[in-house]
């Protein structure tokens, strides 16, 4: 079983659509959590951090469960521009030398006119 | 703007050949990491450098080699691509707390002939 895991889909919805995507985790001594984004043959850019209390920005909404060992992303009224893959990450160190970043395989999404 | 950058973006080199990646940041960012990622396939993690403290990953083949002669710059040095080094790489960098995300250069995608 891999460390973090995601769905790979690909998820196809139509604009205005919202879409989740799940990720679980399974070292429960991880510390911080993220989506990132990575177009196709482009470098990762970081969407967003995930807090326990949940965040939001703009159309997106990142929530963490942490007794759960569960992170998901959910997208409203999806864009065209949204199409990519969404890659979840976690951190199993603290800070410092420690920090170590465990990468889902990423879930590809396709948004369709 | 302050940014990671990444040359040459796509780097054709002989088998056997040594070669030379470049990573330049103007974040000032103490951490700087190497990145394979081949397609369909998450960023792999070769080594990092926490200040000029090196360190590699266990399953980081030995032809792979790194330098940080300055906070600024990293270069990853390929002592004799084969076939497989053929991938896209990464350098990212962080500050040291737990909740900093990375910051990606825009990849070198590297071709064996």
């Known amino acids: 079983r891999k460390e973090v895991e995601q769905d790979p889909g690909p998820f196809n919805v139509p604009e205005g659509a919202t879409v989740a995507f799940n990720c679980t985790y399974s070292n429960s001594a991880s510390q911080s959590f993220f989506w990132y984004r990575q177009d196709c043959r482009k470098e990762p850019k970081l969407l967003m951090s995930v807090y326990s209390s949940g965040n939001e920005d703009g159309r997106f909404t990142a929530q963490l469960n942490r007794a759960s060992q569960y992170i998901s992303l959910l997208i409203r009224d999806s864009k065209l521009s949204d199409s990519a893959t969404y890659l979840c990450v976690v951190n199993r160190g603290n800070a410092g030398n420690n920090r170590k970043l465990i990468w889902g395989l990423g879930t590809s999404l396709a948004v369709n006119p | 703007d302050a940014m990671v950058i990444q040359n040459p973006r796509y780097q054709v080199t002989q088998f056997g050949k040594p070669v030379t990646l470049s990573c330049s940041q103007t974040l000032n960012h103490n951490v700087m990491y190497w990145y394979q990622q081949k397609s369909s396939q998450a960023p792999k993690l070769l080594f990092h450098y926490y200040d000029k403290d090196f360190n590699n990953e266990a399953d980081t083949p030995d032809n792979f080699q790194s330098r940080r002669p300055n906070t600024s710059f990293c270069f990853l040095d390929i002592r004799s691509p084969g076939l497989g080094d053929a991938a896209m790489y990464l350098c990212?960098?962080?500050?040291?707390?737990?909740?900093?995300?990375?910051?990606f250069g825009s990849g070198t995608r590297l071709t064996v002939v």
């Open positions: 990212a960098t962080s500050g040291s707390g737990a909740g900093y995300g990375y910051t």
